[in-house]
């Protein structure tokens, strides 16, 4: 089991290195034993030592209390369990393993952050395949260039600027798959010269693994060390994953960006589209109110004058009574028209008059007592925001009369000392959750603010009523 000769050779001090402390200080003082020390008939430990040519054994040892020739002693059995010892090392080596790759899993699905996941590849590479320099190559799209996007080592940190890449260098990267490269090999050191920065950091041999995204080879996961090393599969194993766990990162960071990209596209669509919808409002409205309206004076106008002129019997008379009430009705009509598709009261005198005169067309026309209050906004904001707070406020109230079956509603404009706040409470049925979503009034309500980066809350309990709140940031001098 020791691979040694003869009995004589063994190495009996290192054989009492594997007993218990307390057992091998006995011995090595002398100190006889006796039975009743013993915690049992037979003691189990385990220990390790060199035996022959440095072969590590892994061994169980049971030890008995024995009489030898009238004088207590101790009889020492030693199994070699190496193979067993061996297997728990490497399950548990895995298990380590597993938990590294599966912390980055974890730290995907919960960071959107490309960096934060280099990163901690980064760290996990140098931890577990123990190399000292780690770094992510990353290689230009559609230019000769490359650059390290992160790199962890002891030492100076490798600036982020971008570098030419030879072709020939570029092509072994992008066709070679993984690689060791060793200083020794003067081809694999030619690459290795190449890209600015591994010299420096004194590496000799360096683990490469390509980055693939989308069949493309974007990079890859570059692991250092200072001396020449004997790579084996399991670190090449490793290092296979946690590349491939980068390269998930990066095609999830390139879904992430383009999403915002749409994102961003379609909210200044839907801004250009607001603004033209708004301009078509106010030129309808115009001219409603300068065309229709006029005309229909003129004929009112006219029909005075027929009336005064003409001599009519009472029956006409009557006749043309109605026709001027129904004139007058359709004028009122047409004004109120032309009023809710832009109030000229909102361009001309701004958000305050606007809304003041809202809530009292509304009280008249609805059941429903509104009321407005401003509170410190004074001066004119600019006319998208201006145009933007009154039409929520003319959602909000057409909600009111249409759903809350309220008595009173009231609508306030707070200015505070950085946001501008509209308020609009009513004190009706209130809103169940599942309701909420239902139409497109909560929807445009909520787009309109955060054009402006505003935000809006609605707050209800069924029978309590509601509030609609929206918060508008004010940037400087509050004009925005
Ligand atoms: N003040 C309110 N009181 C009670 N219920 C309300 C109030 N405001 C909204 N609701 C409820 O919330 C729902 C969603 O409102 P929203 O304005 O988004 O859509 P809508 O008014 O139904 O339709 P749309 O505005 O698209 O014509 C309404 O259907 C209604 O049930
Ligand atoms: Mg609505």
Redesign the pocket.
């Known amino acids: 089991m020791f691979g040694v000769p003869a009995a004589a050779t063994l190495n009996v001090q290192q054989i009492l290195d594997v007993l218990p402390p307390e057992y091998r200080s006995r011995i090595a003082e002398s100190h006889p034993f006796r039975r009743s020390e013993f915690p049992g008939p037979v003691m189990r430990t385990e220990g390790r030592l060199i035996a022959a040519q440095g072969r590590m054994l892994d061994l169980e040892v049971h030890i008995r209390p024995i009489e030898w020739s009238d004088v207590p002693a101790m009889e020492l059995r030693l199994h070699d369990v190496s193979d067993r010892k061996n297997l728990e090392r490497d399950q548990a080596l895995w298990h380590w393993e597993q938990e590294a790759l599966r912390e980055i899993d974890h730290q995907m699905v919960g960071v959107a952050d490309i960096g934060k996941i280099l990163d901690s590849t980064l760290r996990q590479a140098i931890i577990l395949v123990r190399s000292q320099w780690a770094g992510v190559l990353r290689l230009s799209e559609g230019s000769e260039e490359a650059s390290w996007w992160m790199v962890r080592s002891g030492s100076a940190l490798i600036p982020e600027r971008r570098f030419a890449l030879e072709p020939a260098c570029r092509t072994f990267l992008q066709h070679r798959g993984q690689a060791v490269l060793r200083d020794g090999v003067t081809e694999e050191r030619a690459v290795v010269d190449c890209i600015p920065g591994l010299r420096d950091e004194g590496v000799a041999t360096t683990v490469w693994s390509p980055l693939i995204v989308e069949s493309q080879c974007v990079g890859a996961l570059v692991v250092g060390y200072r001396h020449p090393v004997d790579v084996q599969a399991r670190e090449l194993r490793l290092m296979s994953s946690l590349a491939e766990k980068d390269s998930i990162a990066i095609m999830n960071a390139r879904l992430y960006e383009s999403v915002l990209a749409r994102e961003r596209e379609l909210e200044l669509l839907s801004a250009a589209r607001g603004e033209a919808q708004e301009e078509e409002r106010r030129r309808i409205a115009k001219q409603i109110h300068d065309g229709i309206g006029q005309m229909l004076t003129a004929i009112k106008f006219n029909l005075e004058i027929l009336e005064d002129s003409v001599r009519v019997g009472s029956e006409d008379r009557e006749r043309i009574a109605q026709m001027k009430t129904l004139l007058d009705d359709l004028m009122k009509e047409v004004q109120e028209m032309s009023h809710t598709l832009m109030p000229s009261v909102l361009d001309d005198f701004g958000l305050v008059p606007a809304l003041q005169t809202l809530c009292e067309q509304f009280s008249r026309k609805v059941s429903v007592k509104a009321v407005f209050h401003n509170h410190g906004l004074t001066g004119r904001l600019t006319r998208s925001l201006e145009v933007a707070l009154y039409r929520i406020a003319q ?2 109230l ?3 009369a ?3 079956a ?1 008595a009173d509603v009231t609508v306030q404009l707070i200015q505070g000392a950085d946001r501008l706040r509209l308020v609009i409470e ?1 004190n ?4 169940s959750a599942e ?9 445009s309500m909520r787009e309109r603010a955060s054009r402006f980066d505003g935000t809006l809350t609605v707050d ?1 309990s069924l029978g309590r009523g ?1 509030v ?1 709140s929206v918060d508008i940031p004010m940037t400087g001098r509050g004009d925005r």
């Not at 309701?435 to 929807?443: A, E, I, P, S, Y």
């Open positions: 959602e909000a057409s909600n009111v249409r759903h809350a309220a009513d009706g049925c209130g809103i309701k909420r979503t239902g139409g497109l009034g909560f929807v209800s509601t609609v």
